[in-house]
């Protein structure tokens, strides 16, 4: 039960804790399902052209914008936990509406129906992200915000690589079946999605709802908009994550095509290249997680953003690389770069936002700071198509020529290689504006690289034995509220929440 205050008691927050991660593995499954290469692979069974899968890309971010008006509804209503799962409810049953297309109607209309039901989902989760970012806020306790979610994001990022490679192979094994009836098995998986979905609104139920605190007085919905913009600290956030955003997606969407039409590799191996990335990611989730913990968020931003940008200029290097035999190695080490540097950067950049909006006033302000990125979201992966396009025609080259038949390339760009550059140097803008933001706790880069080789020492002697490497994987089932843990010392059992004992793990170091 509720203290009378209405704040939540002790357990009950460890309680949400838990049914906040289970919640978050169900979704991970119908997102991994719902989005990316199975709908574009859907949308190409179905017919689709090239512009349409540009369309079904750019739908997502521009609902985004939709969490302006949600703040004020949700302002009125007072409710998150009802408010969101009507949003749940109403994306479920538009993925369900995705799997039975096929059924529905022919061929020369299932784009349509794709399109509605796409748009549908979008527009829910839009609506609903709001409150559910409300919520997090206000039931994760602030000095654990960096662990809990390293974990989350750890399971589920496992759980996204289990997912789509089993979807794979099913898709595959459909095909050899079935052949021309290949939307049949997409319409399975987005069943099953389906399904998942239902479960994590199961989950949502289960999770209690710390007291939501309101204005003093009712705000006009142009002041409650207003105020994250007039709040000069996280309005600098913003144009952070403007920045960062804009700088990223102008170059991510097009690496794949880059590796396919520009360097010639292969899908199989791509795929490789992308599972190494998420595998490093999750790995160093909680790495991450303990510092950003011990030190700040923007500390850790300080110096992982860095380490993405120099993974963004490497890939200007492939084409001389492949010059001498080296494209393959450069590729991994690539990836390598990229999967652990993102981990720091996606936990941070997501933590720094929670940690920034002002109990009471954090719907209004994560949605305008959302809305913020939808829009640099939408409009990078269109111009950086653009400026693809126009500067294909274009090669940076400087060589040295020893003789008429002795010619080696040191460097040489052209086509989307100018626009990794140019992204790198929208990152570099990106960590200027950062500079601007104040976080409690925040310190030196030369501090928290300091500490990350110490960790680093740490975790390379426990991964090397088969106990340390379970450790890593370590998924959370239960924990003791700390009041129960005080009377039962003995019986306590250890959970991965346990923020406390890994902080001092970190203090030893």
Known sequence: MNSEDGMLTEEQIEHGLQ??????????????????????????????????????????????????????????????????????????????????????????????????FVTIQAVFNGIGAPSWNSWLRDLVPQDRLGQFFSVRMTLTGLVAIIVALIGGQFIGQWDVVYGINATGGYSVLFFVAFISGMVAIY??????????????????????IAKPFQDDNFRKLMWFSAAWTFSTTIASPFFTVYLLSDLNIG???????????????????????RLSDRFSNKSILQVSAPLYIIATVMWTFTSVASAYSLLIPLLVL??????????????????????????????AYLAARGSI???????????????????????????IIEDPSGIYPLYSIAGFSFVFLLSAVLGLYALHKLSLVKE??????????DAIFAETRRNVKTISTVDGLRQTFHIPVSERPSSVKRKKKKKSTKSIFNIEEEKNNLNEE
Request: proline share 5%.
């Open 373 to 399: 990125v939808a829009v640099a979201g939408a409009c990078a992966p269109l111009i950086g198509g653009i400026l693809g396009d126009l500067l294909s025609r274009y090669t940076l080259a400087l060589t």
């Open 19 to 116: 049914m906040m991660t289970w919640q978050g593995i169900a979704t991970q499954v119908r997102l991994t399902l719902t989005e990316s290469v199975f709908l574009v692979g859907f949308a190409l069974a179905l017919g689709a052209p090239n512009t349409l899968i540009g369309v079904l890309a750019a739908i997502p971010f521009i609902a985004q914008l939709l969490q302006i008006p949600s703040v004020y509804l949700i302002h009125r209503a007072g409710k998150r936990k009802r408010f969101n799962l009507i949003t749940q409810i109403g994306n479920r049953f538009a993925v369900y509406g995705m799997a039975i297309i096929p059924f529905l109607v022919s061929i020369e209309y299932s784009l349509v129906l794709l399109v509605l």
């Open 267 to 289: 899908l199989p191996f791509i795929s490789v290249l992308v599972a190494l990335t998420s595998l490093v990611s999750i790995i160093f989730f909680r790495f991450w997680g």
């Open 440 to 449: 409690t706790g925040e310190v030196e880069e030369k501090i928290v690289l």
């Open 334 to 363: 690539i990836h390598l770069l990229s999967g652990f540097a993102a981990a720091g950067v996606n936990l941070a950049s997501a933590n720094i936002g929670l940690k920034l909006a002002p109990r009471g006033e954090s719907t």
């Open 203 to 224: 989950f949502t139920i289960a999770t209690p709802e710390p007291k939501m605190i309101l204005p003093e007085r009712s705000l006009k919905f142009s002041e409650l």
